[in-house]
Each structure stands twice: as C-alpha cells, then as structure tokens.
C-alpha cells in the first residue's frame, strides 16, 4: 500500500471546508480555475491544467460537512483506478481536513511530485477559506521541472 | 509499507543544495533555525521546535551532490528508528530532491500532518537556494492547529 497521506487544519467551520470540496466553484477557488461538471454524487468532474493535461474524476460519496470520496475515471496512468478522499472533522476553533490518494500501484517519482503538490494545493484550500483567495492553477507556485 | 515521499526541483546546481542537506548552517536555513551539533557521518544533528520539542538524527551516509541519509535516534515516537534521505539529481536547469522518510509503522493521523509539514519545508529549501531566503521555524506558516 502506497498512499499520499495529508493533513491541514483550516480556521474555520466544517461547513466552508465542505462547499470548497464539493462544489465546482469551491473546487476552482484552490486547485485549478479550470474546474467543471457535475459535481453530484456520480457526475464527473473536470480538472484542467493547461498544457499539463488533467483528470476526471466520478464523485462517489459525498456525506455534508464530513467526507469527499472521488475515482479517478481518466488522467495520468499512475492516477486512473486510485482514489481521493477528504474526511473532516471538528478540533477547537478548526476543520481538519484528512486526505488520502490512494491506490498507488507503486511509489515511482510521479508519486513523490504528487506527494509535494496536493500539499501546496490544500495549503491553497486553507488559504482559500480563511482569507478568501486560495492560489489555485494557474497562480500556483512551482514545485520544479515539472 | 507506508512512506512519505516528495520531489521538489531547485533552479541551482547539485553543490549547493547539497549543502543546505549537509550543513548545520544549511539546515537552520530551511527547516529550523534552532539546529546544532555534529553533521558529518556518524554525528548527531539536533533540531529543535521550541514548545512542540524536535528530534535528533544520527547522519548515516553523506555523498557529496547525491545523497543524504539520517536515522532519528530521538524525538515523537511514531519517528524513532525511522528514516529520512535525500537523494539528489540533476535534470535540465535543475536539481531534483527525492524525499523519502520512511519505517513509519502506521499511518497514524500524525503522519499525515507530518507529510504535508515537510512538503513545506522542502519548498522552504527550494526558495533558500533560489532566493537566498527560506522559512525555517519559526518563520513558517502553520498547516494546522498542530
């Protein structure tokens, strides 16, 4: 097993965490502005990032204020088959957000650049929620040659 | 067999990332400034978090512009006899970082926290070589309540 584990606790209620998961414009808020489909339970949503391609992803459980799961349906071949997921839950003044990309045939270098960029994206998640303004593609930083 | 794994690419040639691996100064540069002790092969660095304690690794293999390897002889319990390297690589304009910390017994909810804390700190390296500047503790930005 070879998972992308994460975690980041946003300043925030479960609530605002939840709609940045599971609406397209929550989604274009951090991860690409390029973001859209159907993001209800078994509708397909679209993730474009430029010339570096994208991913679909099938929405397969979505539970209010407590879970995100998606399946990877086309992208990267290292991606397709895996499985995305954000449980949440309450701590004092904060969601935690708990992510896990799972499914990994094998620990290759994509894996690692992966492992390096869902973290900045969530930290553009956090950003997002408590100021308002996440960094999502195209106004990313760079993590390399990739 | 659960691993943390990140890639970042610094714009700088091999030698000077090395040295920020290799280095006491290198390393309060990026990770945290409270770091001292012995960093050649066989000595023991200690980092320090303030209130939130820190962690001791013995250095176990040092090959100039390739690769570092550490074990953790001190610190949270989930790190003890677990490992950390660096493995380093030019590509183009760039020299890539492997990261693997490995040996982690469970994927515990600490291991998620800490796999999003070092991509922070890896991109902290990255902006010390390329820019002269990083943000080691406790200049970092928080990815929680933790």
New interface residues.
Partial sequence: ??????????KSDLNSVYDTLATIDGLAGWWTTSTSGDSTVGGIVEFRFGDAGGSDMRVRELEPAKRVLWEVVAGPDEWVGTTISFDLKQ????T?V???HQGWRE?V?F???C??TW??F??SL?QLVETGKGAPYPDD??????
Avoid: C
């Fill in positions: 097993m070879v998972d992308i584990l994460h975690r980041v606790g946003v701590e004092d003044d904060y935690i708990l992510f896990n620990p270098e894996m690692h650049h492992g390096t973290a900045k969530l930290m956090k930083v760079s993590v390399g040659n990739w």
